[in-house]
Structures are given as C-alpha cells and as structure tokens.
C-alpha cells in the first residue's frame, strides 16, 4: 500500500477575488519596494489594464516604468533588455502582469537584476541562480499557466528558437494578485488555449507517480472546475463567474503540479512550441493530451476513470471502460471550444517527429508519468494527434 506521507506549501501569498488589483500597492510596499518595474505586452498597455495598475501605484506613491515589449515565447534577448531597464531605472520590485509569457519575463528579469554574472543562458536548468532576485508580483491576466505560483521561467533561445526553463526557488512570485475582471477581456481562443493549458496541469498532475492526497485533492477540483466553466468562459467571455471559477481552477492546478510536476503533454508542449513550430503552449497540450491519456491509461486506470466521474462522464461497465471515457470528455471539450483537434491541421510537419520525440525526451517531467515511456511511444502519440479525429 503506498503511504501517505507528503511536503507541503505554497511560499506565494495569494490574493484572490473580483477588485482585488487595488492592493498591489500596499503588497509593494510591505515588500520594501519603491519603484518598480511593470513587464508586460502592448496588448495588455493596450486593453487599459495598465492604467488601473499605475492609478494604484500612484496613490500609494510608488514610482513605475513601463517595459512593454514581452512577445509571445520571450526570448532571452527580451529579458536583458528588461533587466537592463531595471537596472538602469533603480528599479526594487518586479510586477508582471499578463499571461505565462509576462509573468515568466519579469521573474527573469527579477533575477537577472541581482544575478550579473554571464548571460541569462548560464541559469537555465534547475537551481543555478545565486542571488536573491527582486521581489516579484504576479498579476494573472489569463487561466492557465499558474506561473504566478512555480518556480519556473520558460524562455526562448534566439540561438536555435528552442524553448529553456530556469528552475529556481527563489523564482516563485512572492505575491500573487488574481482578479478575474482583468481576465474578462481574454478573447475566445486565448480563454480555450489557456485553459486547456490548465486542464493539462490538472490532469497531468493528478496521474503523477509523487501525486499526494493534496495535490489529487486540488486537482481533481481543478479538472471539475474546468468541465463546468471552460465552456462557458469560451461562449460568453463576460460570465464572470465563469470566469471565477476558471482563475480559480488554475490556481488549483499550480498549486497540485507546483509538488508534483507534469507528463507527457507537457514534455512534447516544449519542442511544440520551439524552432519554426511555435505553437502555443495551452494549444500544444491540447492537440497531443487525448492521445497521452490513451497510451497511460494502463499506468493509472483508477486515476482517469476519476478524471473521468469528474468531467461529467457516468461511471459503468469495467474500471478500464471508464477510463477510457476520459479521453471522451476531452476530445468532446476540445471540439466544444472550437480548438483544432489534429496536428496536421496547425500545420506541424510528419518529419519533425523525431526531433520534437528527441527533444521531449529530455524532459524532467517524464520520470513522474504514470507510464514508462521511449522516444518510439512519443513518435507514435505524435502520429495519433497528427491524424486525431
Ligand atoms: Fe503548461
């Protein structure tokens, strides 16, 4: 029997709730901060949500500069150039505000500030940053990525426009600021994507090998919370409670993988969106998870036949059979919210497969997947998602 012991906790102060923006200001302060840096995209300048950050910022009498250039799938160029803003600006606090690619930059840019030697290139991998980096605010403007709560920063590398990851500890945001208004504005296809991104994160976590009763417990609410408001946040973008529910259940889900780690969606996510692919992250999950759930199942039919209970499916006849009605549930979620459901249909080409399986294989998060996998398994579940119907 497996036992229960566990490690738990969540260094990140979170604050959540409908108007809750309004006290950026105040956690600045309680972190020493007096000027800060803002590292955000021109369209989330462009939506207004700047605005009613730097209202807050001024009342409270905390100085700001704007850094605005974050693209999708940041390059490491980005963040020096951040950084060197940062420095140059006396800058003591980091906010970033926006979705995963935001959020990933200004932690980066956090640490690059207090961390001088060499190029942001020598902290990728796990653990390599030194110093303390600037306090960082996390300000989530989509559901799905969960970075305000890891201690990941996932970049690119202009070199060869491969995907990096700098894992550290003292990346984890020391606030987390989750207002749903600011993610009402999200439009469809970024509200689908990123919330399968958080599906994944829940699903994937929930089947881990080092899941604990916690983390099973936050993600299995996480998958619910997706089955009954994704749909709903899709079709009626100004649903706030579906929008609630959504922030909330990323939320979940960071919390359960931030101790478990992910599978395979997430390591096949990372070459889908390198080189001349570059598919987005939350996008890439969903076109290969049906068929990651389909070659795991042996590992953990008890688990997806939950998965299964959870997205809504009835329970009946074997344990596999009601397994196998998980992968039902997300296909027919992914059709739901108008997502592509195959690989060829985005264009990814047949003779990438084994770089992207090569590639894949590198990645930490398969030692947990419930299933021992080799590079062939990942060919042949990119072959499935190529064809998926
Ligand atoms: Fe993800």
Redesign the pocket.
């Known amino acids: 029997m497996k036992n229960l012991n566990f490690i738990f906790s969540i260094p990140t102060l979170i604050i959540f709730g409908c108007g809750c923006i309004k006290e950026i200001g105040k956690k600045i302060k309680e972190l020493g901060g007096s000027k800060v840096i803002i590292v955000t995209d021109k369209g989330i300048v462009s939506s207004g949500l700047v605005e009613d950050v730097k209202t807050v910022l001024s009342n409270e009498c905390i100085g700001f500069t704007i850094f605005d250039e974050v693209e999708p799938n940041p390059l490491d160029t980005t963040v020096e150039r951040g950084a060197d803003i940062a420095i140059r600006e006396g800058c003591d606090a980091v906010i970033g505000i926006g979705g995963g690619s935001s959020m990933d930059s200004a932690k980066a840019i956090a640490m690059r500030v207090t961390n001088r030697e060499g190029t942001i290139l020598d902290y990728v991998g796990i653990n390599k940053v030194k110093n303390i980096p600037l306090p960082i605010i996390a300000v989530p403007t989509t559901s799905?990525?969960a970075s305000e709560l890891t201690i990941f920063s996932v970049l690119t590398d202009s070199r060869d426009m491969t995907k990096i990851s700098i894992g550290s500890d003292l990346l984890t945001p020391k606030v987390a600021i989750c207002d749903p208004v600011l993610t009402s504005s999200m439009p469809p296809s970024v509200t689908a994507m990123t919330g399968m991104?958080a599906l994944?994160?829940a699903i994937e976590s929930y089947v881990t090998t080092v899941a604990t009763p916690v983390t099973k417990a936050l993600a299995l609410e996480s998958i619910k919370l997706i089955a009954n408001n994704l749909r709903k946040a899709v079709a009626r973008g100004e649903d706030i409670q579906a929008r609630e529910n959504m922030l909330l259940a990323s939320l979940l889900a960071g919390m359960s993988f931030r101790h478990t780690r992910?599978g395979i969606a997430?390591a096949l996510?990372m070459p889908l969106g390198s080189w001349d692919i570059r598919l987005p992250?939350?996008l890439a999950?969903a076109l290969v998870l049906p068929y990651v759930i389909e070659f795991n199942l042996p590992g953990n039919l008890e688990s997806y036949a939950e998965i299964a209970v959870a997205m809504g499916e009835l329970p009946g006849g074997t344990l596999r059979e009601t397994a196998l009605k998980s992968v039902k549930a997300v296909k027919e979620l992914i059709r739901d919210i108008g997502l592509p459901k195959n690989l060829k249909s985005v264009g990814v080409r047949r003779e990438d497969f084994d770089r992207i399986a090569e590639e894949a294989m590198k990645s930490g998060n398969l030692a947990v997947n419930p299933r021992v996998c080799k590079k062939e398994d990942l060919i042949s579940i990119l072959e499935a998602s190529y064809e998926g119907e």
């Open positions: 799905g990525t991104d994944t994160h992910l997430h996510a992250h939350g999950n």
